[in-house]
Nanobody, 116 residues
Framework: QVQLVESGGGLVQPGGSLRLSCAAS????????VSWYRQAPGKERELVAT????????IYADTVKGRFTAARDNAKKMVSLQMNNLKPEDTAVYYC?????????WGQGTQVTVSS
């Protein structure tokens, strides 16, 4: 079955960096785009970044552009999100998601907290 597992979250000070990973299994990973979303307490889930199946195109939300970088390794079936210059407003649970045959598949999420 399709499975996505995020890791790498934690507590970091403002201005710091974290690298999230999303490990995929159960589908032909190299054929599908993967997106990162986040959800802060009391807010709706928002799209952070999307990376296409080959990794040739990445799209970012304006709020993270220039600070976050998405990448993928199709051989390892993994997607990463490098987050630099983190701000308190980046605090959220981060999820990876893929869409296969009109169905969205989500990971369980990983908490990122940016605080001094």
């Amino acid at each position: 079955q399709v499975q996505l597992v995020e890791s790498g979250g934690g507590l970091v000070q403002p201005g710091g960096s974290l690298r999230l990973s999303c490990a995929a299994s159960g589908f032909t990973f190299s054929s599908y785009s993967v997106s990162w979303y986040r959800q802060a307490p009391g807010k709706e889930r928002e799209l952070v970044a999307t990376i296409t199946s080959t990794g040739g195109i990445t799209i970012y939300a304006d709020t993270v552009k220039g600070r976050f970088t998405a990448a993928r390794d199709n051989a390892k079936k993994m997607v990463s999100l490098q987050m630099n210059n983190l701000k308190p407003e980046d605090t959220a649970v981060y999820y990876c998601k893929t869409r296969i045959a009109h169905t969205n598949y989500w990971g369980q999420g990983t908490q990122v907290t940016v605080s001094s």
